[in-house]
């Protein structure tokens, strides 16, 4: 029964924070670091080192500080508010998810015959047909409504099929959107870097013009004094 209800309150729009929370205290922290610098002096090695996360699972420690130890990477899976999400970057099909795909495969290397010029998939075309199609059909589920209300399930399987596919075709786009934003993005680094080095120039030239120019006041100065100090020497000969 705990279980069950612990589980509703993980899959909740807006969940509360897990009760493990309750043990990052002061305290704890304090007791985690004393136990850290004991397994340390007790190693030998005496090298002023930081712990892994196994060495710390590995160590005898209290219930409440086990809570404080990094957890374990996650291998393919991991739940995120009861949700099993994946590690995977590659996009599952339609098929795999059990959902009717409204458009072809694109043809694979095995399939694909090596006399014929390959053709990839014309998304766009076929994001066209759909947003057509979810027209019509909500146009038909209009109809559906103001006839027979409570034959709307149907239609609404239907629309919802045309969402799910076309949301799934602008997701094969999101590893050249990630790729073009990231090369927009070296592209600005790479510009404000180039802006601050022709910051930098102007600056060292203004400054080597004001040196250049205290140069020139200096010796505009020496030269006065060499020439006063002659007709002070003239003027006293006389």
């Known amino acids: 029964m705990a279980d069950a209800s612990q589980q509703r309150a993980v899959t909740v729009a807006f969940a509360p924070p897990p009760p ?45 500080l086990r809570f404080l130890v990094p957890p374990e990477i996650p291998d ?13 970057t590659t996009l599952p099909s339609l098929q795999e998810q059990g959902i ?9 290397e095995t399939d694909r015959d090596p006399s014929q010029p390959s053709q990839p998939l014309n998304h766009a075309y076929y994001l066209l047909k759909i947003s057509k199609s979810l027209l019509l059909n909500f146009l038909e589920f209009v109809g ?6 409570e034959q709307f399930q149907a239609k609404v399987d239907d629309l919802r099929n045309l969402f799910i596919n076309a949301h799934h075709l602008l ?12 090369i927009m993005m070296m592209e600005e680094q790479l510009e404000r870097g180039k802006e601050e080095i022709k910051q930098m120039d102007k600056v060292k030239a203004d400054i080597e013009g004001y040196l250049e120019q205290l140069k020139i006041e200096g010796s505009q100065m020496s030269s006065s004094e060499g020439s006063d100090k002659n007709q002070y020497s003239r003027s006293k000969g006389t």
Do not use: C, M
């Open 20 to 64: 493990l929370w309750k043990h990052f205290t002061r305290d704890n922290l304090d007791k985690l670091e004393q136990i850290k610098t004991e397994s340390k002096n007790q190693d030998g090695t005496g090298h002023d080192r930081n712990l892994s996360p196994l060495e710390l699972r590995a160590l005898n420690l209290p219930p409440e």
């Open 76 to 88: 393919g899976q991991y739940s995120v508010f009861g949700e099993l999400q994946t590690l995977s």
């Open 100 to 108: 009717e795909q409204l458009y072809p495969e694109p043809t694979s």
């Open 144 to 149: 559906i409504l103001s006839v027979a209300p």
């Open 171 to 182: 997701n094969l786009y999101r590893p050249h959107q990630a790729r073009e934003s990231l």
